[in-house]
Structures are given as structure tokens and as C-alpha cells.
Nanobody
Framework: QVQLEESGGGLVQAGGSLRVSCAASGRTDSRYVMGWFRQAPGKEREFVSAIKWGIGTTYYTDSVKGRFTISRDNAKNTVYLQMNSLKPEDTAVYYC?????????????????WGQGTQVTVSS
């Protein structure tokens, strides 16, 4: 079992920055892919970014490329999502997820463990 806990959400003005964190505990090792998803009000949960825990390869959805950066700290078992140049359309609950294996997933049902989510609100 893997437990995930997000933190770092909040309210920020458009153009600002936030960093959300995901602390993983339990049976974690390098054979996981860590992902960030988000869900805006009235919309489906969507893929944002992912990182292969072992080798650090990163993936992004087109709408956040160049603005968001995913990273991990192996010593702290924590994954980060640095979000810059935030836009009102980035407003959502951001969820951390873990997928067993080394193949990146882009769909909700490809991930095995989920955190509770953290709210990110971007005001215009």
C-alpha cells in the first residue's frame, strides 16, 4: 500500500506561482510513476504531469508545458509540482497519484493510489 498526501495549494493571482507537494509513504520504490491530475468544478479529472520515479523522465499536458515543472526528492519521498505563470483556468483540485511500474499513464484508471487533493485557486 502507498499513502499519498498533498499540500501547498492556495489562492494566488493570475501570473503568480505556487508549488504543491505530494509526500508518499508505505511501499514506495523506484518502480513507480508519480502523476498529478486536476479537476475543475463541473469538469472531469485530467492529467497534468507525471514523472518516472526511478529515472526522472517527465511528462506534461500541452496546456502546462513551459509553465509547470514536476520534480522529485528521493530522500524525502516527495514529488513536487512547481506552477508558474498561473492562469484562472488552472483553478482546480490537484491530485497526486501513483502508478505501479515504469510505464507512464495518462488516464485516471491507470493509477493505483490517490491522495485527497489540494485546492488551487487562481484569481483574475
Amino acid at each position: 500500500q502507498v499513502q499519498l498526501e498533498e499540500s501547498g495549494g492556495g489562492l494566488v493571482q493570475a501570473g503568480g506561482s505556487l508549488r504543491v507537494s505530494c509526500a508518499a509513504s508505505g511501499r514506495t520504490d523506484s518502480r513507480y510513476v508519480m502523476g498529478w491530475f486536476r479537476q475543475a468544478p463541473g469538469k472531469e479529472r485530467e492529467f497534468v504531469s507525471a514523472i518516472k520515479w526511478g529515472i526522472g523522465t517527465t511528462y506534461y499536458t500541452d496546456s502546462v508545458k513551459g509553465r509547470f515543472t514536476i520534480s522529485r526528492d528521493n530522500a524525502k519521498n516527495t514529488v513536487y509540482l512547481q506552477m508558474n505563470s498561473l492562469k484562472p483556468e488552472d483553478t482546480a483540485v490537484y491530485y497526486c497519484a501513483a502508478r505501479r511500474g515504469v510505464v507512464v499513464g495518462y488516464l485516471i484508471n491507470e493509477y493505483d493510489y490517490w491522495g485527497q487533493g489540494t485546492q488551487v485557486t487562481v484569481s483574475s
